[in-house]
């Protein structure tokens, strides 16, 4: 039967609905937005025609909506920063967002810097909104590892030493962390090494070591074995005059780790420049021809010994110096017979482009029996220059075969001595005609090393025979030492008035001869 029903809650204005059969159905919708939580409803049947008005009363209860908050996934290097965890919120209705929050969530991880590699979560709590209840999702931290780099040492030897032990570096540990951090050490080997350690290069490596931590890269090291010196010397040997070369032998300085010559490649060959013919004397033994990739091999020579007599002079060369004609000091040229055998001089002379200004005198033996092994003897050389040139010749030994004759250079020069006159000139004023003047004095100085030959003292010019004069110096001879000096004295004698002149004239070997003195004198 038709009719109507007023429905009404307990916050909001009466509906009215129409009754179609006796029931009432009611759609929430048509109500107000209600908080969360129970709610009254009371119906009202109106009375109409043979139905009775009546009223009723219920309950309306508002569930709460379900957000969800989920935490935020990331990932962080071994050892590095945390990564920031962010929330993000769904499920909100009617329009709403995170503004109406009276709490915002707190999202964190369990993921530290310290923490080893691997998975840790990440989460959100706290959050709190009316009318909404909260479910909390786990995100991720993934914490990846770092590369750490051990690099295997490297190093230089030589052959024969000690192989160092071959250790690692690290690089890329993060702070705090150590090789002590590893899981597994690394084991560090020379690679395909072979016992005796030849010289070359050789790969030094690492490997085995671990760490959840880290990622391993290895880098190769080096060890270079150097070769060792070694060396070889030609032992000496003797043999006479006019015999064959002996087979020549070596002696070896170096060796290690146990090797002998016959670690060595090659083939060894010795020789001389010394032939059959070759004279009594030393003469060097070369070798050459081994080698070796452990070895640096450095050959000495030794010596070849020819017996037989050897003769040898000293000085090569002789200088002289002297006045003109006069015979220098002697100098010695020594003789030896450094051989094993007695030699044999056949002359001693003189030979080369002026071999009459030199004389020489010898206290050696000239022919049979011969200077003996050992011994020597003495050639005394003099040099007598006859003019101010050089003069050059050769004192020649000459010997008797298989020993070789020998020569000493020979150089003269001639050193001509410096003088001073004094006074240059002199005046003897006035004199009596026909008397003499007191004699005036002129000194004669050798003012050198070696000594002044005095050939002449002369009078010349217009008048010479007006002056005379009488001397001490030494005339030709051994003549004026150097440093010594002689005097002249010098008169007048006039035999008519009026002025008169003439000229003391000195001849010697000096640079500047000859030397003069002005003299002057009047007659009255």
């Known amino acids: 039967m038709p009719g109507n029903v007023t429905l009404s809650g307990d916050g909001g204005a009466a509906i009215r609905l129409p009754l179609v059969n006796g029931s009432a159905t009611f759609n929430l919708p048509l109500l107000p937005l209600l908080p969360v939580g129970p709610h009254s409803l009371s119906a009202n049947f109106v009375a109409q025609g043979t139905f009775a008005g009546s009223s009723n009363t219920g309950t309306l209860i508002v569930n709460p909506a379900v957000l969800t908050v989920t935490a935020s996934s990331a ?3 071994f050892g590095g920063p945390v990564p920031t965890i962010n929330a993000t919120i769904t499920g909100f209705v009617n329009g709403e967002t995170a503004a109406l929050l009276t709490t915002q969530p707190t999202c964190s991880t369990t993921a530290t810097t310290t923490s080893p590699v691997g998975s840790y979560p990440s989460s959100c709590t706290g959050a709190a909104a009316a009318n909404y209840t909260f479910t909390y999702v786990n995100g991720t931290v993934t914490v990846g590892g770092l590369t750490l780099t051990i690099t295997a040492s490297s190093a230089p030897i030589g052959y024969g030493s000690a192989v160092p032990g071959v250790t690692p570096s690290y690089a890329g540990f993060v702070p705090g962390d150590s090789a002590a951090n590893l899981s597994t050490q690394p084991t560090c080997v020379v690679l395909a090494l072979p016992a005796n350690h030849p010289a070359g290069t050789y790969t030094t490596q690492c490997s085995g070591a671990s760490s959840p931590n880290y990622t391993i890269v290895y880098v190769s090291g080096t060890l270079t074995i150097t070769p060792a ?11 006479a005059w006019r015999t064959a070369n002996p087979a020549f032998t070596v002696s070896y300085s170096g060796f290690l780790n146990g090797d002998t010559p016959a670690s060595l490649t090659g083939a060894l060959a010795c020789t001389t420049t010394a032939v ?3 004279s009594p004397g030393s003469y060097p033994i070369t070798c050459s021809g081994l080698t070796s990739t452990n070895y640096t091999i450095t ?3 030794g010596v070849l010994t020819i017996t037989g007599p050897v003769l040898r002079l000293a000085p090569a060369t002789l200088t002289f110096t002297s006045a003109l004609n006069v015979t220098s000091a002697s100098q010695p ?6 051989g094993t055998a007695p030699l044999t001089i056949t002359s001693i002379n003189f030979g080369g482009a002026n071999p009459g200004r030199f004389g020489q005198a010898n206290n050696c033996p000239i022919g049979a029996p011969g200077l003996p092994a050992g011994a020597s003897c003495t050639v005394n050389v003099t040099f007598t220059p006859n003019n101010n040139a050089t003069r050059t010749a050769t004192l020649r ?11 000493v250079a020979l150089t003269g020069t001639t050193t001509r001595p410096t003088v001073t006159v004094s006074p240059a000139s002199i005046a003897f004023g006035t ?7 007191p004699p005036q004095t002129v000194t004669v100085t050798n003012t050198s090393t070696v000594p002044l030959i005095i050939n002449s003292v002369t009078m010349g010019g217009a008048n010479p025979n007006r002056f005379g004069q009488t001397n001490n110096c030494p005339i030709g001879g051994a003549g004026l030492t150097a440093g010594a000096n002689c005097t002249v004295s010098v008169t007048f004698s006039p035999t008519r008035t009026g002025a008169r002149s003439a ?20 007659g009255q």
Do not use: C, E, H
Not at 333 to 338: G, H
Not at 431 to 437: D, E, G, H
């Open 229 to 239: 010196p070694l060396t070889i010397t030609a032992n000496n040997a003797t043999r």
């Open 333 to 338: 040229v020594t003789v030896s017979n450094v």
């Open 503 to 522: 000229t003391l004239t000195i001849r010697d070997n000096a640079a500047n001869s000859p030397q003069t003195v002005g003299l002057t004198g009047t």
């Open 299 to 301: 050959y000495v020579p």
């Open 397 to 407: 030994v000459n010997v008797a075969a298989p020993a070789t004759s020998g020569t």
């Open 276 to 278: 059959f013919t070759s």
């Open 431 to 437: 004199q009596a005609v026909n008397t003499t003047s």
């Open 75 to 77: 990932s962080m290097p």
